[in-house]
Every structure is written in C-alpha cells, then in structure tokens.
C-alpha cells in the first residue's frame, strides 16, 4: 500500500536526533517544517521550510503554531520535547494528526510521582519513590533526587547516604517539586515502544544505554523478553495509543525497573529506525491513511548507535537566505 506524502511539523529542531529525523522524514517523500526557539539550531535549516517559535511554556507558543500550522498547511505534528507536548494537543481540534499519546497519558507521564504511583498500583515494578517533602523514609540508598516535572537528566543528583541527601535537600528549595527515588545501579535502558489508537502495541525495542551524556550517545539494540513483557504491561497500565519511549534499569536480579517515561519519541528513536524499527515514518503512515497496516515487530538486534556531528552541505544561497529570515523573523 502506497504511504500518503504529508506536510509535517517536526518541533525542537536543535535538539540531539531531530536533525535525523527531518531528514528522515524527507526521505520518505514528506515536505518537512521544522520549529525551534533557537535561529541557530541546525534543523532549521535541514527542513523544506522552517520557523522559530517561542518556548512551549510561552503564552505565544500555541497562537504562533497555529498559524503556521495553518500557513504551511500542516496534516500532522512530531512533538519532541516535554514543554510542547500539552499544548501542542489543541490543534488536534484544527484536524491535525499529533504524533503522541492521548492528552491525559502525557500529563500522567509529566508528573512523575503519580506516574509511579500509577504504575504501582498496576503491578509494573518501579523503585520506590516518594515526594522530597516526606524525606527518604524507609527508601534504601543510594537515592536519586529529581525534579517531579522536567526533561531528562535535568537537575537529578544521586544521594548514597543521609549526609549527601540532607545536603542536595538544603539547595532543592521547594521540596514539592522534587522526588526520591531508589536508584537502580544495574544496566540502564531505553525503550522504544510504537503504539497507535487501537492501543495494540506494534512493536518494543530495548536500547541498552552504554554511555548517557544527556542523551543516549552509545547505545546498543538488545533482546531482552523480561523488558518486552515490563513495556507491554506499561502499556496497557496507561491506555498508550501513541508512541512512547520507556526508561528502566535492571536490578541486581536482571528485573527490570521503570523509572521514567517520556510520552512521544526517544532522541534515540534513529537506533530503532536502524534496527529495522521505522517509528516515525510507520505511525506517520497510520495516522494519515487508518487502512496502513501495524509496524511489523521484526528488528536486529545487536545494532551500535555512535552519536556524532556529521555535516550536511547545501547551496549558499539557500542556507544565508533562511538565515536571513529567521534571525529576522526571531
């Protein structure tokens, strides 16, 4: 079945990964739109046309999207960082295809001491994790202390006594918007799981996280059955019909632990792609034509990410005139 070519929005273009995703996308016949608060962000200038935009937090933020949502006759939206991910929702209503879980799933998903609170209660193993307020309790060391709202790595801090965990406290501030969480010191993970609204899941692929620096930069395609079943029961526990992207450890058992999720597309859904896994392009496909048929879960395992710069060249003329617009535009 022939795949319908489509206007697509793609979000956050300075981020690590997104640059490989427009060009993805492109790839695959759709004419890409590429957004970012940042004029310099390299994305921008990968896409068939591009705009910067405020922060996602910003009032401005929905009124600029939609209209350039309505200017650039957008079918469908690739959301990619936490900010956005609420707002972007509204222009569901203006017939737009937003690539992400039902709204009540991402907001689960952004407050993380009810994600866990969810998921225990469904019987998904996560560490123990309480709100800083109440202090380490009967938690066992060592400790990770995290915002409860917030993207990736930002401000986490890892307590292995009561000192280090008072200390890190005593610079939180208010300590209702922070989290302890037991930290699992085994292999850690990052899992692609495609759904879509029937909320069948399609396909899991585990990514073991050989080296973190924000984001995945080594990062190895594994089979793991006891990471497949964790991600499918996840899955049913939260209603997803929409890709998501899961975060575990596995303990000194080899069981894995969820400790964190993000409600759309990993940074590192370009190892998924290579292992034979098209996320993107697979749930872009279903969600413009409801007769595409399901990602087939057959993937390589055993695949290396290395996470580097590359260079992309483009005629003068065009990269200096978008240039030119955006900054002036900014």
């Known amino acids: 079945m022939t795949e319908k070519r489509a206007n697509v929005l793609v979000t956050t273009a300075g981020a690590v990964g997104t640059a490989g995703k427009i060009l ?21 200038y990968l896409a068939d046309a591009a705009f910067t935009v405020p922060g996602g937090t910003s009032p401005a933020f929905l009124g600029r999207m939609r209209r350039i949502c309505a200017s650039e006759n957008i079918q469908a939206i690739v959301p990619l960082v936490d900010e956005e991910l609420l707002p972007v929702w509204e222009l569901a209503a203006e017939g737009v295809e937003i690539l992400l879980p039902h709204a009540e799933m991402v907001a689960l998903c952004l407050d993380k001491l009810v994600l866990m609170e969810t998921l ?5 193993t996560v560490p123990h994790t309480r709100l800083a307020t109440f202090g380490a309790g009967s938690l066992a060391y060592p400790l990770i202390v995290k915002p409860r709202a917030g993207r990736g790595g930002r401000g986490i801090a890892i307590a292995r006594n009561r000192r280090e965990l008072r200390d890190i406290l005593a610079r939180a501030g208010d300590l209702g918007q922070w989290i302890i969480q037991e930290y699992v010191e085994g292999p850690e993970f990052s899992v692609s799981v495609v759904a879509w609204r029937d909320g069948q899941v399609q396909a899991v692929v585990p990514k073991e996280v ?54 759309r597309f990993s940074g590192s859904s370009a190892l998924t792609t290579a292992a034979g896994i098209d996320e993107i392009n697979g749930l872009l496909a ?23 710069p590359i260079e992309t060249f483009v005629p003068a003329d065009e990269f200096v005139a978008r240039r030119n617009a955006l900054e002036a535009a900014h």
């Not at 993805?24 to 921008?44: E, I, N």
């Not at 080296?211 to 990062?219: F, H, I, P, V």
Request: hydrophobic share 35%.
């Open 286 to 308: 279903q969600a413009l034509d409801t007769h595409q048929p399901p990602v087939t879960d057959n993937w390589q395992e055993n695949v290396a990410m290395i996470r580097h």
């Open 24 to 44: 993805g996308l492109r790839q695959h016949g759709h004419r890409v739109v590429a957004t970012d608060c940042d004029p310099r962000s390299a994305g921008l």
């Open 210 to 263: 050989v080296l973190k620096e924000g984001s995945s930069r080594y990062a190895i395609s594994r089979r793991n059955p006891a990471i497949t079943e964790i991600c499918i029961e996840t899955a049913h526990a939260l209603d997803a019909d929409g890709p998501f992207n899961v975060q575990l450890r596995l303990d000194s058992l080899g069981a894995p632990q969820v400790f964190e999720i993000n409600p």
């Open 120 to 124: 225990a209660e469904a019987k998904v």
